[in-house]
């Protein structure tokens, strides 16, 4: 069993900061990707951004230059930095990690989601 536990979230204002963390623990053989996804009510979850075991990132083209994604392999937790953020960056944000177990199968897996709220 793996488990993603996520945290860091809460209510900002416009313009302000957070953190979100994501540890992952459990029967771990090696992480590949981890990343950070969103979800809004009435719209498809979103990939915010990914990284890879090598450290290579993707971002989506709306948080380009505001977030910033890192990830700590020995400690096997993923950050999410969130600079300059805006009310549209309002959504829970979803901790996922591509995860190969002790028997050598890839699991995706997920995070319960931790409540972002960008608001004045």
């Known amino acids: 069993q793996v488990q993603l536990v996520e945290s860091g979230g809460g209510l900002v204002q416009p313009g302000g900061s957070l953190r979100l963390s994501c540890a992952a623990s459990?029967?771990?053989?090696?992480?590949?990707?981890m990343g950070w996804y969103r979800r809004v009510p009435g719209k498809e979850r979103e990939l915010v951004a990914s990284?890879?075991?090598?450290?290579?990132?993707n971002y989506a083209d709306s948080v380009k230059g505001r977030f910033t994604i890192s990830r700590d392999n020995a400690k096997n937790t993923v950050l999410l930095q969130m600079n300059s953020l805006k009310p549209e960056d309002t959504a829970v944000y979803l901790c996922n990690a591509h995860i190969t177990d002790w028997s050598y199968t890839p699991y995706n897996y997920w995070g319960q989601g931790t409540q972002v709220t960008v608001s004045s």
């Open positions: 990284v890879a075991r090598s450290g290579s990132t």
């Open positions: 459990g029967s771990i053989f090696s992480i590949n990707s």
